[in-house]
């Protein structure tokens, strides 16, 4: 037993990463269990489709509007700190869902409330969060330690999570948040046990000004020729495989003739992906660069696209979201140990902000358009714009993801 645990997960790590870890995939399996919970909430309470769309609204919101202020802080305290304090307002907020729903007094608009403000908590958690493991991890272990957190998102978040929270809904209502509550607390008490090295602001230093830190932050990261180049990507790639994946759900009834279980089929075959991603991981990262990791992966995600746009058979599209959810597990390791590696300790929680906003903005319009060219020439037609989109980006960015190569 020790020694698969050994293998599994070094000593030299660090007694603090286990924590860390253990705290990570806990919190994880509680927001897999919340996100088959939430829509499911409102659902139940009102079948008014404004109000159970507002309930993916508050997913994804958050992030754009207060992961800049989140960033500032995590630079200029007590991340420890900030972790415990996001991680108990979240299980208040939770705590108080919970009464209202044994007490029969919950209404559409307190349940939104509380998933908003679970969301913000949320938000301020996992900026802190991302910043711990470079200051808990030596920096040639970092793609390591990212894999293993990267494993409990995959199985505990995407996996596990969602079908475990739909039954317990099934079982009453309360059930799926107070099981997050649980696990919310006991991600608490394994954070509290984390010493980290000093950082933060110290006594003598300039009064904090929050728009010259924010500058400083977009600053740094444009004049960073890898990480700028990691943050443009994300944004471009996450513009297109928005527009494509906003209407999977459509894509796989219509185009595939799955009907309504092929969408959280799709969805499993690329969790499976990615669990396959992270077995192959360590062997891949030992023979190729990051800059060619990079290449590769974008040329997969290209390729998806076309190959969904062409495809109307579900054991080729199966074979797709195999290889994509392999490739996504292992590009977003490696682009998260680059940043990490790159960014100083003081300007890991703005850095990683901005690669927030990237990553939602890119979303959020790629969605917009998606959705748009869907209603006007069909299911397919995402998916083409994505891949032509994704080929011109790839060309364009090609010498610059060499870049990414670099060990600065």
Known sequence: MTSVVERVLPARLGTGFRWLLASSWLTNLGDG?????????????????????????????????????????????????????ANVARALVLAALVALMATGTLTVATALAALTLRSVAEVFADNATATLTPMLVERDDLALANARLGTGFITLNQLAGPPIGAALFGLGMVWPFASQLLLVAAGIVLVSRITLPPHGRQAGDPKPDTVRELIAGFRWTLRHAAVRTLALTILIFNFTFGAAWSVLVLYTQDQLGLGAIGYGLMATIEGIGGLIGTALYGAITRRLSLGALMRIGLIIETLTHLGLALTHTPWVAGGIFLVFGAHAFIWGTTSVTVRQRAVPRELQGRVGSVNTICVYAGLVVGSLIGGMLATRFGVAAPFWFAFAGSAVFVVVLWRQLMLIAHDD
């Open 33 to 85: 269990l919340a996100a088959a919970a939430g829509p499911l909430l409102i659902a139940t309470l009102t079948r008014d489709p404004l109000m159970i769309s507002l309930a993916a609204l508050v997913g994804w919101a958050p992030p754009l509007l207060f992961s800049l202020y989140a960033g500032v802080l995590s630079d200029r305290h007590n991340r420890r700190t900030i972790v415990l304090a």
